[in-house]
Structure formats: structure tokens, C-alpha cells
């Protein structure tokens, strides 16, 4: 086990904060293992390839990212990044957007905003929005996918990769996770601020009915055998 990792599962195991404001708690949570949070996370944040190629951003486009941390999204755009007309990657913690700044700081076309997923509005009507693994981390989850919809142009596409528990009776050609899952997961990263929501996808789903949906399970590091479930929805609004 790196130096790194250990840090990171030291972090983990005490847990985020209860006390202050979410901003707070991010940084007092973050701060310490933000040099080695890519890392770390590589092995566990699945499906953010999969999210970027499907969002598929053209040139000239403009681009918001609601709980960017690092940007580290970003890297799987490729060569296409250079392209766009703006991206635009908001987060309220610090620490990770001092990591994001130093990703960034060569790239002309993207700005690294301290701001509020639920509040932040770009000063123009947008493209393209995505949130990769930071739903679950917005107390007010609604509030911050009602303002994204607001800020997208007419068609413009929504993205969301992130952690979940379905419905215990979910619709018909959809996952169904057993009493024991939905039970384990929310307690399992709660403890660190991350709340995976049964009702997170039935709400995008009917706020953004022309989508497209995968669901899947991932590996977690350390411990062998044990896969978290996660889903990855693009959809287009309007």
C-alpha cells in the first residue's frame, strides 16, 4: 500500500465532519488527501470515460461541471477539450480546486470556479452540464439538478455519473438491488458525506425523459469481492 492510499483510507475511516457548513466540511475532509485523491479514487470512480464520450461536447461548445473537484474529467475529453469554447468547473471545496487550478492552468478556454452547485448560474446559456460523482454529495441534490436543466440552451444535454440504491421495486428492465445493498451502501458512505439516493434516478428520469441509461457495478479497492453500484445517465432537455 502506497504512502498515498493509506492517507486517503486513514481520511475514510474518520469520516467527514458532522459539524459546520458544507463548504467546511469538504475542506476539513479533502484538504489532507487532495494531492493523492485522483489516485486513489482511479480504481473506484468508474464510469467517467463513459460519461464524457456520451455527453460528446463539439467545438464551440460550452461546458459546466457542478462538484468538479480536481477536474480530472477533463483529461477524458482528450484532444477534443482544446476545442470548446468554455468549460467552466465549479466545486466549493478549496483544496480540490487548487488541484483543478494546477491541472488547468495551461488551458485557456477553462475557468475554476469556488461556487455552489445549487446557486451557480454561467453568464450564458450552456451546452452541456454533468455532475460525475458529486450528486450524492449536495445535501440539496434536487435544488442543484433544477439549476443545471435551468442553465442548459434548448437541447442542450445533462450528464450524471454517481453511486446509487434503486427503488426497491424499480421499473420494469432496470436493476434491482436486494434489501441488504439498499440498506448497506447509504450507511457505508454516508459516514463520509457521500449519500447514494433511491430516488435520485427515478428523478432524472422523469425530468429528462429522452435519455440514455446504464447501470453497472464496481470493484472496491481493499476489499476484494465487494462491488458498489453506479449508473451513468445522458440525457438531452427541451
Not at 460523482?133 to 444535454?157: C, E, V
Request: aromatic fraction near 10%; charge should be positive; proline fraction near 8%.
Amino acid at each position: 500500500m502506497s504512502r498515498g492510499d493509506a492517507l486517503v483510507l486513514l481520511r475514510l475511516l474518520r469520516g467527514q465532519p458532522r459539524r459546520g457548513s458544507l463548504a467546511e466540511r469538504l475542506q476539513a475532509f479533502y484538504g489532507p488527501q487532495a494531492a493523492y485523491y485522483d489516485a486513489f479514487r482511479e480504481r473506484l470512480l468508474r464510469g467517467r470515460a463513459e460519461l464524457m464520450e456520451r455527453l460528446a461536447p463539439q467545438p464551440g461548445e460550452w461546458v459546466v461541471e457542478l462538484g468538479a473537484g480536481t477536474g480530472r474529467n477533463l483529461d477524458f475529453l482528450g484532444e477534443r477539450l482544446a476545442t470548446l469554447g468554455g468549460v467552466e468547473l465549479v466545486d466549493l471545496c478549496p483544496a480540490l480546486l487548487e488541484q483543478a487550478r494546477l491541472r488547468t492552468r495551461e488551458l485557456a478556454n477553462v475557468r475554476v470556479i469556488e461556487g455552489d452547485a445549487v446557486t451557480y448560474r454561467p453568464e450564458r446559456p450552456i451546452d452541456c452540464v454533468y455532475c460525475s460523482y458529486s450528486l450524492t454529495m449536495i445535501p440539496d441534490w434536487a435544488g442543484a439538478l433544477a439549476n443545471a436543466l435551468a442553465m442548459l440552451k434548448p437541447g442542450g444535454r445533462l450528464g450524471v455519473v454517481d453511486f446509487y440504491v434503486s427503488e426497491q421495486a424499480p421499473p420494469s428492465g432496470l436493476a434491482r438491488h436486494g434489501r441488504l445493498a439498499r440498506w448497506f451502501w447509504p450507511r457505508w458512505f454516508g459516514h463520509d458525506g457521500v449519500h447514494p439516493n433511491p430516488a435520485h434516478l427515478p428523478t432524472l428520469r422523469r425530468l429528462v425523459p429522452d435519455h440514455r441509461l446504464s447501470e453497472h457495478l464496481a470493484p472496491v479497492p481493499y476489499l476484494p469481492g465487494l462491488r458498489v453500484p453506479y449508473y451513468c445517465f445522458v440525457g438531452r432537455h427541451g
